[in-house]
């Protein structure tokens, strides 16, 4: 199992960006596809996690009516838009996979991705 995270960049306060996980080995309907973030110093994070079932997704306070995720099950990708960036969401942002429910607790996902650096600068 692979899950190739990419898109990440540099964006100014208030822009979007998005990321993208490439899956490979897995099909991302057949699991829960959650992406964390970690900043420099804190503890990994859950933002989204599309439930495998039905495609449901759950967000946590901290970004909720600002990140949403989705899934292209025909190229088997996950993608997380984020919009109305702050620089507290600058972190390295890692996609997940876990043959189960939705869950924010990172001890619960088997297969992680590379991470790729998100920066909210002026």
């Known amino acids: 199992v692979q899950l190739q995270a990419s898109g990440g960049g540099l964006v100014q306060p208030g822009g979007s960006l998005s990321v993208t996980c490439t899956a490979s080995?897995?099909?991302?309907?057949?699991?829960?596809m959650a992406w964390f973030r970690q900043a420099p110093g804190k503890e990994r994070e859950g933002v989204s996690c599309?439930?495998?079932?039905?495609?449901?997704?759950f967000y946590p306070d901290s970004v909720k009516g600002r990140f949403y995720a989705s899934r292209d099950v025909a190229v088997n990708t996950v993608t997380l838009q984020m919009n109305s960036l702050k620089p507290e969401d600058t972190a390295v942002y890692y996609c997940?996979?876990?043959?189960?429910?939705?869950?924010?607790?990172?001890?619960?996902?088997?297969?992680w991705g590379q991470g790729t650096l998100v920066t909210v600068s002026s």
């Open positions: 997940a996979a876990l043959r189960g429910l939705c869950s924010f607790s990172s001890e619960d996902y088997r297969y």
């Open positions: 080995g897995l099909t991302v309907d057949r699991y829960a």
């Open positions: 599309i439930s495998r079932r039905d495609g449901s997704d």
